[in-house]
């Protein structure tokens, strides 16, 4: 029985990752209404639990993919504890500059170990002197222009100007820029900060390195990038559903959803570009997803429509200028054959 399951992975591995991804962060989602209420304890599930994509993605490539020479262990190690104290220290950074809260040892502590399973994914991913063997991405190498790096920068902070400008033009709901919380170096030492929480914590660790580093590339395999960035989208909604629960989000009602997916379905396509064009890069996904999230916490209200509006402007863009709705040859670098899907 335990052989034909695992066979039976190995030949969706697809199907398989979406499987594991809900049931890693759906099954520890309680934790992020626990947290929001004060229920600190439970802080290294939360953390397990946003990195439900990309634990999926490295437990199934460390089992069907192939293995590749592992640094020497001492390296490997030292890789890892540097990974880790970067990203309990910007998690420490934006609790201070950005939620204004205080700090003690007991607080370090507990952020040193829930960062844990956040620096692995860090290690694993983005160092070349990974702790486990056997894990490989497709995109590990992309080889990508680093151009792709200022206009994965860019493109979603253009975006949301672009919308916040038109709604004030029409007289509408826009945010404010003179209500940012500082102005030259202090809203810019603010920025990186709130990018890098969102790139360790939530969208370039524990999102993009399932998402686009290990689901994408085999769905490219079958289909078309415009289609793979459809069914990556609408299975990447509900997947929020215990976030959006914890942070108070009115998930009974319909247009809570309706808005949530016009709002998923442009971003996912313009991150699948993106991962695409760059020659399949987590890192370069990593980047425009963090940096979508992060303007979006400084320039709040955005006029909804109007955005939703904008995205799907860029997207139809996008996808006329590179055909998205053609198959990507086999040996393009975001394509990843595997048995059967």
Known sequence: MITKAFKWIGRHQVTAFFILTF???????????????GKYFVLPLMFLAT??????GIILSCFFGSNRPSAKKRISWVA??????????VFIANHVFINKGPVSPALVALVAISALPVAFVVNLVYTRFPIVRGFQLKSLRSGANPAWIFIALLVFPLLTVVSALISRLLGQQSPSFSSLPAAGFGLAGL????????????????????????ALPRLQAYVSPLVAGLILALLWVP????????????VLTLSFWVSSYLFHIPSGIILCWCYNRSRGSVLIAGIAHASANTVVAFLQPLEQKIMIIVLFVFVVVIVMIDRMWKRLPEEHPAVQKSLSN
Not at 51 to 56: E, I, T, V
Not at 196 to 208: C, S
């Open 80 to 89: 890892f504890i540097i990974s880790w104290i970067v990203v309990t220290s």
């Open 51 to 56: 990195c439900g994509p990309a634990l999926a």
């Open 23 to 37: 049931l890693i962060t759906w099954g520890l989602g309680f934790s992020y209404k626990a947290v929001m209420s």
């Open 191 to 214: 920025i990186a900060v709130k990018f890098l929480y969102q790139f360790f914590f939530f969208n370039g660790t524990g999102e993009e390195a399932g998402w686009r580093g290990f």
């Open 239 to 250: 997947w929020h559903l215990f976030l959006w629960i914890g942070e108070g989000r009115d």
